[in-house]
């Protein structure tokens, strides 16, 4: 396989790679010109020699491509449960990033690459560190929902150094919007004439959105920075072992925090 040629499959993999991580339209998009060049590329390299392709190395090839995106969604859902155990103690049920790729899940109702499971309604709260004192409702359900969801793409940028429109799921996307949906409610429930949710033009979402979330998405980067060696090590050892406990995950963290303890 000539150079040309290769480098035309090396990108249509790649972009197939990133279509299948992508969630927002303009990420979409730009996956559908990735893939025209690809086959620009592979048509021209084509017709300047014929197409010896070493399915050998094309395999070694995918196969890395694929570790690096298992690595990336491992990384993902670090976030995501360090986020959700960090705002809600032993609320973590346990994180799964799937060796085979997208799986449906059926208490999702999806496919997904990975998921975290979690009971943000109740968590126990902890006193000096360790120990767990009370447990206790959480009042910040919608808010703290908000936090996990946008923590998976907040891990991958701050661990990999890399723009928040890669890597975003679209579940994510729509959970945030919609905890977003449940909090502009509550605000406005004493006001009869107000409009809900759900009687908002998607412009005005958006731009709902774009007030809101950006700050969260500050608060929830800082906590990752401060922990982010933890958060490496939760996604370590999910991507080696592709399913986590609450447990075991808890036992990361808590061994995180007694090496920090003077």
């Known amino acids: 396989m000539n150079a040309l040629t290769a480098l035309g499959v090396s990108i249509l993999v790649g972009s197939l790679i990133f279509l299948s991580l992508s969630r927002s339209p303009r990420d979409i998009r730009l996956s559908g010109i990735m893939v025209l060049i690809s086959l620009v590329t592979t048509g ?6 014929l197409i010896d392709i070493d399915l050998e190395e094309l395999t070694a090839d995918l196969g890395r491509i694929t570790s690096m995106s298992r690595e990336k969604v491992a990384q993902h859902e670090a976030g995501h449960g360090f986020i959700a155990e960090y705002l809600m103690p032993e609320s973590l049920k346990k994180m799964e990033a799937f060796e085979e790729g997208y799986k449906y899940v059926p208490e999702m109702g999806m496919e997904t690459p990975g998921y975290i ?4 309604v109740t968590y126990y709260v902890r006193e000096e560190g360790m120990e767990i004192t009370e447990l206790r409702k959480n009042r910040n359900f919608h808010k703290d929902q908000i936090k996990v969801g946008v923590a998976g793409v907040k891990a991958t940028n701050v661990i990999r150094d890399e723009d928040d429109s890669l890597y975003i799921y679209q579940s994510d996307y729509e959970d945030v919007r919609a905890h977003l949906g449940e909090i502009y409610n509550h605000d406005r429930r004493d006001n ?21 979330v950006p700050p969260i998405k500050e608060e929830v980067e800082e906590i990752i920075i401060e922990n982010e060696e933890t958060v490496v090590e939760i996604g370590e050892e999910l991507f080696e072992e592709n399913k986590l406990t609450g447990e075991e995950a808890r036992e990361i963290i808590d061994t995180a925090e007694e090496n920090e303890l003077p």
């Open 117 to 120: 499971e979690y009971d943000p």
């Open 192 to 212: 009869s004439s107000s409009k809900r949710w759900n009687q908002l033009p998607e412009s005005e979402k958006e731009s709902i959105y774009n007030e809101v």
């Open 44 to 49: 021209m390299g084509a017709t300047s020699s």
